[in-house]
C-alpha cells in the first residue's frame, strides 16, 4: 500500500508563498515521486513542477522563476516552494508518484491553494 499525503495549502495574499510538502508513505521502496499538479475549477490538471529521480527538474512556463520543487529523499518528501503567488495560481494541487516496477501511477488528495488578490 502507497499513500501520498500533501499538506501546505491555504490562503494567501498575491505575492506571498507557500511551501507544499508531499510524504510518501507504505511500501515506497519502488516509489518516485515525478511532480506536482494543479487543478482549478473547470480546468484539466496540469504539471506544475517535475522531478526525476536524478533530480532534474521541469517546469510550467507559468511558474518558471517563481516555483521550486526539491526532495528530501531521507524523509520521503517532495516539496514545492512557491512564491510571487498569483490570483492565477489558485487550484487544488496534487502531488504524483510512479511505480518503476508496475508502472502504477498514484496520487495524492490534494491540498488546496488560494491566491487573493
Request: proline content about 2%; some cysteine.
Amino acid at each position: 500500500q502507497v499513500q501520498l499525503v500533501e499538506s501546505g495549502g491555504g490562503l494567501v495574499q498575491a505575492g506571498g508563498s507557500l511551501r507544499l510538502s508531499c510524504v510518501v508513505s507504505g511500501s515506497t521502496r519502488s516509489i518516485n515521486v515525478v511532480g506536482w499538479y494543479r487543478q482549478a475549477p473547470g480546468k484539466q490538471r496540469e504539471l506544475v513542477a517535475g522531478i526525476s529521480s536524478g533530480r532534474s527538474t521541469n517546469y510550467a512556463d507559468s511558474v518558471k522563476g517563481r516555483f521550486a520543487i526539491s526532495r528530501d529523499n531521507a524523509k520521503n518528501t517532495v516539496y514545492l516552494q512557491m512564491n510571487s503567488l498569483k490570483p492565477e495560481d489558485t487550484a487544488v494541487y496534487y502531488c504524483k508518484a510512479v511505480s518503476y516496477v508496475s508502472n502504477i501511477i498514484y496520487w495524492g488528495q490534494g491540498t488546496q491553494v488560494t491566491v487573493s488578490s
